[in-house]
T-cell receptor, first 112, second 113 residues
């Protein structure tokens, strides 16, 4: 079956522009997670959604970052007024409740 | 001090050697994950465990909840095992933080033929 997909795979943008990153989780998975991996850094939790519960936004680094999950499926991570320090690989994962997480291939974001 | 500490940070081995990567954590957890990331590649979940021991092929993961410690072992290591191995814990705190994972910095493993 299909795994977690993310688009675009690469995104180059200019400082100050807004970007949207998309995640399509595995069908039937109830939980969806966004992580960030900066160059030479470890994985960093951003936000997660579980069913219809309020999302845990505690990892979002600033109010320029937001995410939504529509219909309990597809999710979009939006970064407004991008800064150079936002450059990173943004990873999405999904799971059935709190079982094993399956990761997407990531979106590499470069802010010039 | 990070909530999740891995050791060693870098590990070099010869093909066939037995490898151990350690993970210590300081918070109460409901589960611990071991992940693998090949250079330029995606992240794959190897194990999720909350007690005892799990085995998959040449990989073995153990956890000691009382000591807040987990180990990942690779038997008969092979160059294709070269990757970054990441430990992550899920807190047992309630509320919306229940699903949040906290990650170790990763262990870079290189296995030479």
């Amino acid at each position: 079956g299909a795994g977690v997909s993310q688009s675009p795979s690469n995104k180059v943008t200019e400082k100050g522009k807004d970007v949207e990153l998309r995640c399509d989780p595995i069908s039937g998975h109830t939980a969806l997670y966004w992580y960030r991996q900066s160059l030479g850094q470890g994985l960093e939790f951003l936000i997660y959604f579980q069913g219809n519960s309020a999302p845990d936004k505690s990892g979002l680094p600033s109010d320029r970052f937001s995410a939504e999950r529509t219909g309990g499926s597809v999710s979009t991570l939006t970064i407004q007024r991008t800064q150079q320090e936002d450059s990173a690989v943004y990873l999405c994962a999904s799971s059935f409740f709190f079982k094993e997480q399956f990761f997407g291939p990531g979106t590499r974001l470069t802010v010039l | 001090k990070n909530e999740v500490e891995q050791s060693p940070q870098n590990l070099t081995a010869q093909e066939g050697e037995f490898i151990t990567i350690n993970c210590s954590y300081s918070v109460g957890i409901s589960a611990l994950h071991w992940l693998q990331q090949h250079p330029g590649g995606g992240i794959v979940s190897l194990f999720m465990l909350s007690s005892g021991k799990k085995k998959h092929g040449r990989l073995i993961a153990t956890i000691n909840i009382q000591e807040k410690h987990s180990s990942l072992h690779i038997t008969a290591s092979h160059p294709r095992d070269s990757a970054v191995y990441i430990c992550a814990v899920r807190s047992n705190a309630g509320g919306t933080s229940y699903g949040k994972l906290t990650f170790g910095q990763g262990t870079i493993l290189t296995v030479h033929p």
